[in-house]
């Protein structure tokens, strides 16, 4: 299974050049600006027109106005995963989107710990403390992230949110990818990512 991974383009869609052919595509969040219904809106044309057999989406923290929703009329081949799974292709993808009034509350926190143990491609919009999310000296991760990832050990965990921590890393099985578009300043700097993930051993990810 080809995995073509993005992350953080922040209404800049529409910028990305003819992207390569992949089984599945995942955005991991922040695919708005100001978190408003219309930038939803727009970017989910486009995302649900993109020419793969499979779509898959978290929300990020910029995304707020999906706190609670519900993604009604969604293409079968498009996938919103709000704490939520579906199997593709034999594979189990898993996703935890972040909002910051789950994270007032505690929430946050309690749906990370629950992410299932059967998980092979995990999908988040904030990275594990002390991999690819460091910015400006300071690690952004999530702790609680961190040590449910010991537990669960996906095949391939997929994450965005730091700009300045684009690439990817293999460690104690899993390959973590960071795959922000965008640098610091929001300017499409960077490529989406592909990795192929067999049905035997974890892929080696190409950006």
């Known amino acids: 299974m080809n995995i073509l991974h993005l992350s953080d383009t922040h209404g ?3 910028q990305l050049a003819k992207m390569p052919d992949a089984d599945v595509v995942v955005h991991s969040g922040d695919f708005t600006w100001a978190g408003s219904e219309q ?7 486009w995302f649900c027109g993109l020419p793969y057999r499979h779509k898959v989406l978290v929300a990020g923290n910029h995304d707020d106005c999906l706190h609670d929703a519900v993604l009604e009329g969604l293409p079968d081949d498009t996938h ?17 989107p972040i909002f910051m009034l789950d994270e007032m509350e505690g929430r946050y926190d309690r ?13 988040t919009h904030q990275p594990p403390i002390g991999i690819l999310d460091e910015s400006h000296g300071r690690h952004y991760g999530s702790k609680v992230l961190r ?3 010991q537990v669960v050990k996906p095949r391939l965990h997929l994450f965005g949110h ?9 460690s104690g099985g899993t390959l973590f990818a960071n795959s922000s578009v965008l640098n610091e300043r929001y300017e499409l700097t ?8 067999g049905t035997d ?4 990810g190409q950006s």
Not at 39 to 45: C, R
Not at 163 to 170: C, F, I, T
Request: net charge negative.
């Open 12 to 14: 800049r869609h529409g």
């Open 39 to 45: 930038e939803v809106v727009e970017f989910m044309e």
């Open 80 to 96: 919103y995963l709000y704490n939520t799974g579906v199997t593709l292709e034999g594979m189990r993808f898993f996703g935890v």
């Open 111 to 123: 749906m990370l710990a629950d992410i299932p143990a059967d998980t092979d491609i995990l999908i």
């Open 147 to 149: 040590e449910r990832l």
């Open 162 to 170: 730091i700009h300045d921590a684009w690439g990817k890393v293999q």
């Open 190 to 197: 960077h490529l989406p990512q592909m990795f192929s993930i």
């Open 201 to 204: 051993a974890v892929g080696q």
